[in-house]
T-cell receptor, first 111, second 113 residues
């Protein structure tokens, strides 16, 4: 299975944007790029996903490189509630759907 | 909106006892996933079900078994519990298998003493 690489942690000030990078150089053509986050003491929460084009939703934006070997999750205005571990996960189109969590990025938001 | 329900939320068992964890998916979701998260670790996939059949299997010990019932709820049965089984157990559901969004429950915290 293709793997992802993320920084261990990132720090941001409240109300500033946060750009979370993810490298996935061995991604295959049918792998979707998913992002989940896990707030302290809670279950993981879906954030966004994409295949080739950039995607926006109410929570975040996902920018996918043209060669798809990397992507960036963008939180436009960080709030204290966005402090969480963010996971970048590749999911094959033809898989049964399990999520393979790697080492995510701990986001710290300071007021 | 309805969410994934897990019960119990907390469970304390002794070594060698058995435990049963229950998961009630979001209505109309026919796919259920189980994950285990040890202290300070990332969630690890255990097993999944689609339309009451096992669809995928991860690093689930032989002492554990699971099934999905006709109403789509799922149960994870754990026998001969060991101290290392102490963890958070999450259930997630989705509309179908594949790269669809998964919705997670609040988890069951199992403590084995």
């Amino acid at each position: 299975d293709a793997k992802t690489t993320q920084p261990n942690s990132m720090e941001s000030n409240e109300e500033e944007p946060v750009h979370l990078p993810c490298n996935h150089s061995t991604i295959s053509g049918t792998d979707y790029i998913h992002w989940y986050r896990q707030l302290p003491s809670q279950g993981p929460e879906y954030v966004i996903h994409g295949l080739t084009s950039n995607v926006n939703n109410r929570m975040a934006s996902l920018a996918i490189a043209e060669d798809r070997k990397s992507s960036t999750l963008i939180l436009h205005r960080a709030t204290l509630r966005d402090a969480a571990v963010y996971y970048c996960i590749l999911r094959p189109q033809d898989s049964w759907g399990k999520l393979q969590f790697g080492a995510g990025t701990q986001v710290v938001v300071t007021p | 909106a309805a969410g994934v329900i897990q019960s119990p939320r907390h469970l304390i068992k002794e070594k060698r006892e058995t435990a049963t964890l229950k998961c009630y998916p979001i209505p109309r979701h026919d796919t259920v996933y189980w994950y285990q998260q040890g202290p300070g670790q990332d969630p690890q996939f255990l097993i999944s079900f689609y339309e009451k059949m096992q669809s995928d299997k991860g690093s689930i010990p032989d002492r554990f078994s699971a099934q999905q019932f006709s109403d789509y709820h799922s149960e994870l049965n754990m026998s001969s519990l060991e101290l290392g089984d102490s963890a958070l157990y999450f259930c997630a559901s989705s509309l179908a298998p594949g790269p669809y969004e998964q919705y997670f429950g609040p988890g069951t915290r199992l403590t084995v003493t």
